[in-house]
């Protein structure tokens, strides 16, 4: 796994924004890459040493915030797009063994559909890096969440974590170089 964390972390670092982007993808798909190296290690690449001003947050959001919440969201349409056309076949052959069943899934659709809080836990359940995002957009695709709010809470809550996980990068690197010595 190391091997391949360090082959993202390089394929960034020579992409620069569009490495990130396709990692992002990648990342979403692929569930044990986590989506806290690529976007803590491109802010520690990207704007390690620099100051705070308009032009690095500039970068920030330009090779960090947006690549991510774009390739997050592309990415995690192929989950949410596999559970929304196979998922009630899956829950009617398999979903005794998972305590589902398409009366309970019908009604977590009426739910969240009844109630805007509800939708808007979407998004901020995709702040949290914890939580693997797979989860988030197998469970929109099988509740048939509209794809127009899915992709606007995808993109608003990604763009988010980016944002804050990107600054942490930033901020880690400062540390770091004043435990450098010679700095």
Known sequence: MSFFIEKIIQ???DQG??????ASIVEEIIV????????????FLFLSG????AN??????SRIVVPSALGATIGSLVIYGLVY????PFVKKFGKYFF?????????????????????AFCVVRFIPILPSVFIAAG?????????????TSMLGIAVRATYLGLIGWFVAEASEAFVPGH
């Open 11 to 13: 394929f960034i670092v």
């Open 17 to 22: 924004a569009l490495g990130v982007f396709v």
């Open 32 to 43: 044990p890459i986590p989506s806290t190296i690529i976007q803590t290690g491109a802010g």
């Open 50 to 53: 620099m100051p705070v001003d």
């Open 56 to 61: 690095s947050i500039w970068i920030l959001f």
């Open 85 to 88: 056309w196979g998922g009630m």
């Open 100 to 120: 589902l069943t398409p009366k309970k899934v019908e009604k977590a659709k009426e739910t969240v559909l009844s109630h805007r809080s509800i939708i808007w």
């Open 140 to 152: 929109a695709g099988l509740i048939r969440l509209p794809i127009r709010i899915y992709l606007w």
